[in-house]
């Protein structure tokens, strides 16, 4: 019995010992002892180890993370990326505790998300982990809209703010370099349509070209007048004086393929015994006159020149030709006594060969130019060609603009439908 009352004097000895130890702050017993600090961090670890027992606020009183050991910091910093490898780009956030600041500035303060609703949207909450280990170009991540320009209805320009020097056409052409809106050009001449002969004359060629388009006009610098010389004032068949001011008028007749006496053919005429060449008068009715009381040898009021490079292959009593290529161009009537070149002499476009008259070897004839284009065609050999067209365009290159076409009609002249009575011969 004495045992046992020893142990429980022991026991009780014991606990009033202890009881030193259960004491409160400020009562007067010893101060807590501070306990021994944990484990060291690892170099590379996030951060300190977590709380042994849950806590119910791991950011601080304040909500914001508070800082540890100034040491901790200084070795996170130093085992933490660069952040000038990460950009300005958004911090991850941990998917449990989505972040409360959203990315996009353009967002309105009032569309923040709660912060006990996780945010989804995948511009502001990476994928995985690994997202902030990526380098991102803040002017290249197409997750972040503050860089991105939106144009604004200032930034339109409507076509009347573009300064002119600023337009251009298809061609890239500044407007300030694009030409200037061309005139139109008034005609130079007129003349009939080719084969519109005048009526009871003959008939035309129906289907005329221009058979030598690159000619020069065989007449210098002088007005001219295409038209016939024999159903005209001063003809044979018309009568009247050839100096009468209606002869010297447009529009120009075409008068190949006219009729005539002898028995002359072109392929080009729908009939035999035709004119085979253009008849040109010359000038004005005054110098028509001028001519007239001027000596047959001395008449060279009016240059004739070569209508092609070419050589002169033959000189007549009243006739000229020039070969050139597959043509030869025949020139008839010129002052033969005046003549600048002779049989075998080359020539060149645009060279003086002679001056306008009226010699026909004796037989009358009115002041003017006969001219006839003679082309090798080939099987049917050497044929009359309807030179209207090709005059009419060398005449719109010498005066320098275009001449108008007038639709098919008759020219004011004292003729009737006309046959050749028997007995009379026309010949020129």
């Known amino acids: 019995m004495k045992p046992t009352r020893l142990l429980l004097l ?20 010893p101060s807590p002892t501070t ?29 914001e993370d ?52 996780p945010d989804t949207d995948p511009a502001t909450t990476p994928e995985d982990d690994d997202a902030s280990d990526q380098d991102t170009n803040p002017e290249t991540d197409a997750n972040t809209d503050t860089d991105t320009d939106t144009e604004t209805p200032g930034d ?57 388009p690159d000619l020069v006009f065989p007449i210098a610098d002088a007005p001219t007048y295409l038209q016939s010389q024999v159903f005209s004032f001063g003809g044979g068949v018309a009568g009247g004086d050839q100096c009468d001011s209606r002869n010297y008028a447009y529009p120009w007749r075409d008068n190949f393929c006219e009729v005539r006496s002898a028995n002359r053919t ?31 040898s001395d008449r060279t009021l009016h240059k004739v020149v070569a209508v092609s490079d070419g050589v002169i292959s033959h000189v007549g009593t009243y006739s000229v030709n ?35 008259s009226n010699d026909f070897g004796g037989t009358p004839t009115t002041f003017h130019l006969h001219f006839e284009i003679t082309q090798n065609d080939g099987g049917a050999g050497w044929v009359h060609v309807p030179p209207y067209l090709s005059l009419a365009q060398a005449y719109e290159r010498r005066e320098g603009g275009p001449g108008e076409v007038v639709e098919a009609g008759n020219v004011g002249v004292a003729t009737t439908p006309f046959v050749i009575p028997e007995g009379m011969e026309i010949i020129e």
């Open 10 to 29: 022991a026991s009780a000895a014991l606990m009033l010992s202890a009881c030193d130890f259960v004491r409160f702050p400020g009562d007067g017993g």
């Open 66 to 117: 508070t800082p540890t050991d100034p040491a901790d910091d200084a070795e996170d910093t130093a085992n933490s990326p660069d952040t000038d490898d990460l950009g300005d780009g958004p911090d991850p956030v941990d998917a449990d505790n989505p972040a409360t600041d959203p990315i996009d500035v353009d967002t309105p303060t009032d569309d923040i998300p709660d912060v006990d609703t």
């Open 156 to 212: 339109t320009l409507d076509d009347t703010d573009i300064p002119a020097e600023d337009i251009s056409d298809d061609d890239g052409n500044d407007a300030a370099s694009l030409p200037d809106p061309v005139e139109p050009v008034e005609p130079t001449f007129s003349y009939f349509e080719a084969g519109a002969l005048l009526p009871g004359s003959g008939q035309g060629a129906p289907e005329q070209i221009a058979y030598a």
């Open 266 to 296: 072109s392929p080009y005429c729908p009939q035999p015994k035709v004119h085979q060449g253009q008849d040109i008068r010359v000038g004005t009715p005054q110098e028509c006159n001028t001519l007239r009381r001027t000596a047959a």
């Open 322 to 356: 020039l070969r050139a290529g597959g043509r030869i161009f025949k020139y008839m009537h010129m002052n033969m006594d005046k003549l600048q070149v002779k049989a075998g002499d080359p020539v060149e476009a645009g060279q003086h060969i002679g001056y306008v």
């Open 35 to 63: 306990p021994d600090a944990g484990p060291a961090v690892p170099p590379g670890a996030p951060g300190p180890p977590p709380p042994s027992a849950p806590v119910d606020n791991p950011y601080g009183a304040d909500g």
